[in-house]
């Protein structure tokens, strides 16, 4: 079993930056790939980021690509979403999850509750 609580998110302008953290509970955080997905009023929620179990491979939606770095610390129990250059279209809660490495929603047993990212233009 794995709890995880995101922090991080706010108010900022475009081309402004932001760092989302997600903090784990639990002794199994290692053994979980990780992501990030996203849910804007209206919308799906999509997916963001995700990184491996070591943290050796990474994946990105194309929307993010070259803006976004995820990254994960094994010993704290905590990955981030260094996010920059923001757009406006970037506002959305974000959610950090743990799981299966992959993009689909599916894939990931655990979620936190969310925090929320708005970037004004």
């Known amino acids: 079993q794995v709890q995880l609580v995101e922090s991080g998110g706010g108010l900022v302008q475009a081309g402004g930056s932001l760092r989302l953290s997600c903090a784990a509970s639990g002794r199994t955080f290692s053994g979980y790939a990780m992501g990030w997905f996203r849910q804007a009023p209206g919308k799906e929620r999509e997916f963001v980021a995700c990184i491996s179990v070591r943290g050796g491979s990474t994946y990105y939606a194309e929307s993010v690509k070259g803006r976004f770095t995820i990254s994960r610390d094994n010993a704290k129990k905590t990955v981030s979403l260094q996010m920059n250059t923001l757009k406006p279209e970037d506002t959305a809660v974000y959610y950090c999850?743990?799981?299966?490495?992959?993009?689909?929603?599916?894939?990931?047993?655990?979620w936190g509750q969310g925090t929320q990212v708005t970037v004004s233009s």
């Open positions: 999850a743990a799981g299966n490495y992959g993009t689909d929603r599916s894939a990931y047993h655990f």
